[in-house]
């Protein structure tokens, strides 16, 4: 069946560098897309969104990439800091539909 | 004031016992959701609820069975529990039961199941 993923399963980023977490995605009916963040021992929460007719969208150190040509995502971390250190989703959906799909998440950690 | 809450936080069990994971939120959503997180981080829709009623039901056992008394409540029962139920369970609400809309995501529960 048609799923979100992620290219890596770690990226392990020096502290104070700019981070890049990828997504390929394969449902060309998706048009939602959404990035979450997971803290060990917490639930995921909200990042950011981007719906796909924008390319960009940027949030507070966070920019968010589309590229539906290639169904591409990615999340990009700016001066990441040790509280960045967590597991990173994407997901995606239609928009008019019920559930969101899951990527396979990848393990930020952040060197001192 | 906790946002989404579920307990218990980690529940260890035999295989074959009953069980039962709760769920409430204070944010006065609509819906609410269960997902399974598996040993890969893997995160799978459940089920979902809006307003009391099963809007998603995916393709789970007939032995997790939800149950919703309330909006406010969305409660996860387990029978005859096996070793590949063990999992992390989260719980998770939404204003409107649309995947654009955002979902909060509770602390989590984690079953283990010997």
């Known amino acids: 069946g048609e799923s979100v993923g992620l290219h890596l399963p770690t990226l392990s980023v020096q502290e104070g560098d700019n981070s890049i977490i990828n997504c390929a995605y394969s449902?060309?009916?998706?048009?939602?897309f959404i990035w979450y963040k997971q803290e060990s021992g917490k639930g995921p929460q909200f990042i950011i969104d981007i719906r796909s007719n924008m390319d960009k969208r940027q949030g507070q150190r966070v920019t968010v990439l589309l590229n539906k040509t290639v169904k591409h995502l990615s999340l990009q971390i700016a001066a990441t800091q040790p509280g960045d250190s967590a597991v990173y989703f994407c997901?995606?959906?239609?928009?008019?539909?019920?559930?969101?799909?899951f990527g396979a998440g990848t393990t930020v950690t952040v060197r001192a | 004031d906790t946002a989404v809450s579920q307990t218990p936080k980690y529940l260890v069990t035999q295989m074959g016992n009953d069980k039962s994971i709760k769920c409430e939120q204070n944010?006065?959503?609509?819906?609410m959701y269960w997902y399974k997180q598996d040993s890969k981080k893997f995160l799978k829709i459940m089920f979902s609820?809006?307003?009391?009623?099963?809007?998603i039901n995916e393709t789970v056992p007939n032995r997790f069975s939800p149950k919703s008394p309330d909006k406010a409540h969305l409660n996860l029962h387990i029978n005859s529990l096996e070793l590949g139920d063990s999992a992390v369970y989260f719980c998770?609400?939404?204003?409107?039961?649309?995947?654009?809309?955002?979902?909060?995501f509770g602390p989590g529960t984690r079953l283990t199941v010997l």
């Open positions: 609820y809006n307003n009391k009623e099963l809007i």
């Open positions: 449902n060309s009916a998706s048009d939602y």
């Open positions: 944010l006065g959503h609509d819906t």
């Open positions: 997901a995606e959906s239609p928009w008019s539909d019920y559930k969101l799909s």
């Open positions: 998770a609400s939404s204003q409107e039961p649309l995947a654009t809309d955002t979902q909060y």
